[in-house]
């Protein structure tokens, strides 16, 4: 299955008609050395900043799933952009 | 299927037994207007310095896959970390 195919299956049903604009982020470590600590909710604060330097983004607009399962770490952002969005760029 | 299924499917076959350290990044754009320029490849340099502040990055070990289709557009980032890697924080 290809990439674009996971992000059209993933995306919520019945949204079909009303275009969104949408960015969705996904983050996944495979660690050898399971004794360290996970880095990823640091770089999940630092990926939305560098977002914001491009599009205005309404923190109560993004969702947050983490998911760990023996040595592998999965981090998604889902961000429902303003219809109005401007890029800042 | 789990987030966690997707990434597991799209590891290179033969690799079970050779465990990596290894960073897979995706950015998903489901765009309403499409006249404007895409900022998926500043993203993409940006992300990766986010990244280089907490593993060391060898730039020949990361691998960059773009795919565009009507409004949507992925950005793929595979970093395959080096096996001394220590965490920089």
Do not use: C
């Not at 604009?21 to 909710?41: C, F, K, N, W």
């Not at 607009?61 to 961000?79: F, G, P, R, T, W």
Request: charged share 30%; aromatic share 6%.
């Amino acid at each position: 299955m290809g990439l674009l195919d996971y992000f059209r299956s993933s995306r919520p049903k019945g949204s079909a008609n009303v275009a969104k604009e949408r960015l969705q982020i996904l983050v996944a470590h495979d660690r050898t050395q399971r004794g360290r600590p996970s880095y990823l909710p640091k770089l999940q604060q630092e990926i939305l900043e560098v977002i914001r330097k491009y599009v205005e983004v309404d923190m109560n607009a993004v969702s947050v799933k983490y998911e760990q399962e023996d040595s592998h770490e999965v981090l998604e952002l889902n961000i429902v952009l303003p219809d109005t969005a401007e890029g800042r760029i």
